[in-house]
């Protein structure tokens, strides 16, 4: 295999683990619709779970084309089976209550926020323009679920509690943003993306941060943290979120509406 081909194999995987992190959370967040607790935040919710959406099928589309075999978007995110996706376990995990939907989107906006923006610098260019609109919906993303977390996390005890119950739950999932592997080294070699390990430290400023200023403790890290996601080993849940998903397009293979 020439290295012009490795790399583009390479960039249909990474294309494939960021459009999967979008599609999984945006269909999380469109499971709010109809109950979220007030309309704003169903509006926002849903807006929100659009613009994930379709950075999802933009990424996936590209992937797509990389990897050559004739695969569209609508292909991967609906004709493939649980252990072929890419995606983040955080993502993954079910909504629970809205103080634990905002605690996984705040630890995931405060990733992708930083992620996006050192994208922008990426060699290959497509990438680099994906990111600057993504690192835009991500700062708005970001505020959102700060400002809640903080409403919550300043709250009452009811709404501190179950905030800091979240977070404590999801933070065994957290150590995944930040892996990296051999395909990842490769294209960090090729100047192609960011080391994500290089963004732990930003992140940890963000978020620990916020913690402190909503009268949060912040987790303790575990002696070890949940992976597997980007080698497609993934919870139950997200077997029965993707059955959901996908049941119209496979029970109507073909159609167009």
């Known amino acids: ?3 012009e081909n490795r790399l583009q194999r390479d960039l249909a995987e990474y294309s494939l683990r960021l459009g999967d992190d979008r599609l999984v959370l945006g269909h999380r967040l469109s499971e ?4 979220a607790p007030v309309l704003e935040e169903e509006l ?3 807006n929100f779970a659009l613009d994930l959406l379709d ?6 589309e590209s992937a797509g084309r990389l990897e050559g075999r004739g695969r569209s978007a609508d292909d991967l995110a609906f004709f493939r089976d649980v252990t072929e996706f890419r995606n983040l376990l955080l993502v993954e995990q079910p909504n629970g209550d809205f103080a634990f939907t905002i605690a996984r989107q705040y630890l995931f906006d405060a990733f992708d926020l930083h992620l996006s923006v050192a994208l922008e610098a990426s060699g290959d260019r497509p990438l680099a323009s994906f990111a600057v609109r ?7 993303h970001l505020r959102h679920s700060r400002e809640w977390l903080l409403r919550l996390g300043g709250g009452t005890d009811e709404s501190r509690r179950r905030m800091q119950a979240a977070l404590g739950e ?3 999932f957290t150590g995944e943003l930040f892996e990296t592997d ?11 993306v960011f080391d994500p390990e290089a963004l732990r430290g930003p992140w940890r400023e963000e978020v620990l941060g916020t913690f402190a200023e909503a009268g949060l403790e912040a987790p303790k890290d575990p002696a070890w943290m949940q992976r597997g996601g980007r080698d497609g080993r993934h919870g139950e849940a997200l077997g029965r979120m993707l059955s959901d998903m996908q049941s119209v397009a496979r029970a109507f293979p073909g159609a167009r509406w």
């Open 1 to 3: 295999m020439t290295s």
């Open 32 to 35: 709010w619709c109809g109950h």
């Open 44 to 46: 926002a919710l849903g």
């Open 55 to 60: 950075q999802a099928s933009l990424l996936l």
């Open 134 to 140: 993504a690192a835009k919906e991500a700062a708005y």
């Open 170 to 172: 999801l933070w065994i």
């Open 182 to 192: 051999d395909l990842v080294r490769r294209l960090v070699e090729a100047r192609v």
